[in-house]
């Protein structure tokens, strides 16, 4: 036998005091009486004592009370088998485990507060099935879908910048594994969190977003980090910071555009993390539209509760012990002992019973009625009614047509409240009934709802609003064959069919339009800079021919492309309000490379402007940079950085150095 609250057994050591206190006040109450009343008129004064009388009915309040005590500890022995629905919404979480995610715009740092913002979602999102993924230059999946959220917990934990060695932020790849992951799994819909600081816009995600889509997975990024960005800690060495290809500082900011690319293209939506806790609330928007997905069921075993034993045996000896308190004559006792007996012994059933049922039995009030939940539907107050139509669904007093008319009501209401997922289950359970006008109002009912919920994602997934158009004019179609008279429901059908064929001529039109700008685009090819037209849209192979006629007779257009892996800072990272973050001594080494690395791009002609890149960038004669040692060829700036770099690379240690190439020629 066990205890819920073994604790609780401690009150037993009240009942020997209570025996002790019965002792002294009968032993002063006998000495008292002996002092007021002579022996010989002490039978007539004192009336109605007994002392086995007083003991017995004494006896009885202390073993209630200690049979209370047992109760309320709730003891246990037995085990019964229980199989648990093992049902939820899908949702993946996506923490990006890169380098930059070590910047602390966001305190601590954004890792850390990505994971915790992650805890936190997980611990609301309660009976929901979660998955765990980690990317950075690559990505995993850590953890498959569970309902499980500690073992969750415990893999997020775990995470930091080591756990993935390939650098950058690869979202391609992120996206290429959830489809694998989805793809294996019952045909349902996803939702998908991604908590990044973002990165530079990828071309190549937009065939994901359309297999996105086609999956039923809904993006919600989340940005990490601020716009005005700071410097990345290397990790490798203390007070430094980490470094691109040629030498600079690099510095970090939250590129939300391909953040808020990823969230509009799947119908989700974009979150800038701030200080304030990532709720349940931020994503409902999009939990509301997923459906669950109901899997095996899970088998578990749950202690037997035997509080009805000792409950039951203190109320009887709490009545008993009133009863016998209360006999005015002896004669009377033996019959009405034998009521009380009889009467408080408790039954079979109320044993069985829990404490909140045994409550209910005895202080049972009126609950609500059919009546009560059609009034608040018809009033407008529509969470009060579903509420009363749930509520009157788990009785089992009420028949089959009943119930049925309460599934009805109670998708009513659902559906007033947009959630048309739980208004569908609802109004289908009506279609069981054998009442032609009960089956009809479900059919019209369905079909409303599906108008609606296609309506509502119109913009974003237009061809599963044609799906859905199209069955909802299927139940209207029955609908009308139950209910042939209805002018109303004539008018409902005519207005969606004339919607879907007039949605299905947009689409089709659309699709006519690509079509043509596809093939405009291969013009393109014609001109020697016109790379662009071999793409998909027709507008960048008309800058193909474009290309052709700039020419300068040098072979080059005259418009300079942008240097692919050259885009600059306002601040480059090695001045201004940063500046005092580098360690002393290194400000002269990470200011020089730039100017250089762009003196040399004016002599290739490939400098950004217009100038055709022949005249170099002026510099002040007699600076530091410009006294180069005649010994070794080297000013001061540049053998001040050759020596640093050769200190970096013997005094790292070989565990922590990238063997594997960065994403984009990035790896924080």
């Not at 073994?6 to 005091?17: D, N, V, Y």
């Not at 202080?363 to 509420?387: H, I, M, V, W, Y």
């Not at 859905?468 to 008279?485: G, I, N, Q, V, Y």
């Not at 037209?533 to 020419?551: L, R």
Request: glycine share 10%; net charge negative.
């Amino acid at each position: 036998m066990t205890f819920a609250h073994q604790h609780l057994l401690w009150f037993l050591l009240i009942i020997p005091a209570l025996l002790g206190l019965k002792l002294w006040v009968d032993a002063h109450g006998s000495k008292a009486e002996r002092l007021f009343t002579a022996a010989r008129l002490r039978p007539a004064l004192v009336m109605g004592r007994s002392l086995w009388r007083s003991w017995c009915v004494y006896a009885f309040y202390i073993l209630a009370m200690a049979c209370l005590i047992v109760a309320v500890a709730q003891p246990r022995w037995g085990d019964e088998k229980l199989e648990i629905p093992d049902k939820g919404r899908n949702i993946f979480i996506a923490i990006d485990t890169s380098r930059s995610m070590l910047a602390r715009d966001t305190p601590p740092d954004r890792l850390t507060r990505a994971r915790l913002a992650a805890h936190d979602l997980v611990m609301e999102l309660v009976g929901e099935r979660v998955g765990l993924l980690a990317f950075a230059g690559r990505a995993y999946l850590q953890a498959p879908l569970t309902t499980d959220h500690d073992a969750i917990i415990e893999s997020l934990l775990a995470f930091d910048h080591t756990i993935i060695e390939w650098g950058g932020s690869n979202l391609a790849d992120l996206l290429d594994v959830t489809l694998r992951a989805v793809k294996t799994l019952p045909k349902s819909n996803y939702a998908l969190v991604i908590f990044s600081d973002g990165g530079d816009a990828d071309a190549n995600l937009v065939p994901y977003l359309q297999r996105l889509t086609a999956a039923g997975v809904v993006v919600v990024t989340v940005g990490v980090g601020t716009e005005t960005g700071t410097l990345i800690p290397n990790p490798e060495v203390d007070g430094d910071y980490i470094r691109d290809e040629a030498g600079n500082v690099v510095r970090s900011q939250l590129q939300s555009g391909v953040l808020q690319q990823l969230a509009s293209a799947t119908g989700g939506r974009f979150i800038k993390l701030d200080s304030r806790p990532l709720n349940r609330q931020a994503i409902q928007p999009v939990l509301d539209r997923l459906t669950e997905q109901q899997s095996a069921n899970r088998q578990t075993s749950r202690p037997i509760e035997r509080f009805a034993w000792p409950l039951g045996l203190g109320i009887f000896l709490l009545m008993l012990a009133w009863i016998i308190s209360a006999l005015p004559r002896s004669a009377a006792r033996p019959v009405v002992l034998a009521l009380a007996v009889a009467t408080f012994t408790p039954a079979p059933a109320a044993q069985a019973a829990g404490p909140s049922e045994l409550l209910a039995s005895l202080f049972q009030a009126s609950g609500p009625t059919p009546e009560d939940a059609l009034k608040a539907l018809e009033s407008g107050d529509f969470k009060k009614a579903r509420d009363l139509y749930g509520k009157l669904l788990e009785r089992e007093d009420f028949d089959v047509h009943s119930r049925e008319e309460l599934r009805y009501g109670l998708a009513l209401a659902e559906h007033d409240l947009t959630n048309y997922d739980g208004s569908v289950k609802n109004f289908s359970e009506a279609l069981r009934t054998q009442d032609k006008t009960l089956r009809a109002r479900a059919h019209r009912g369905i079909g409303h709802t599906l108008y609606d919920q296609g309506a509502r994602g119109l913009q974003q997934q237009p061809k599963i609003t044609i799906q859905r158009w199209t069955d909802a004019l299927s139940h209207l179609d029955a609908a009308m064959e139950l209910d042939p008279e209805n002018k109303d429901l004539r008018e409902n059908h005519d207005h969606v069919a004339n919607s879907l064929e007039e949605l299905r001529k947009v689409m089709k039109q659309m699709e006519e339009q690509q079509g043509k700008k596809g093939q405009k685009g291969q013009k393109g090819q014609k001109g020697q800079k016109g790379d662009k037209g071999e793409g998909q849209e027709g507008e960048e192979g008309e800058e193909g021919e474009a290309g052709q006629q700039g020419d300068d007779g040098q072979g080059e257009p005259k418009k300079q492309k942008e240097v692919k892996g050259e885009k600059k800072e306002a601040d480059d990272g090695i001045g201004g309000k940063d500046a005092k973050e580098l360690p002393e001594g290194r400000l002269q080494a990470a200011g020089k490379d730039p100017g250089d690395k762009e003196g040399q791009q004016g002599k290739d002609g490939e400098k950004p402007g217009g100038e055709g890149g022949e005249e170099k960038e002026k510099k002040p004669k007699g600076t530091l940079s410009d006294q180069r040692n005649p010994r070794t060829g080297y000013t001061p700036g540049e053998a001040e950085g050759i020596i640093r770099q050769y200190m970096d690379e013997i005094t790292a240690p070989l565990t922590s150095r990238y063997h594997t190439p960065p994403v984009n020629k990035k790896d924080w």
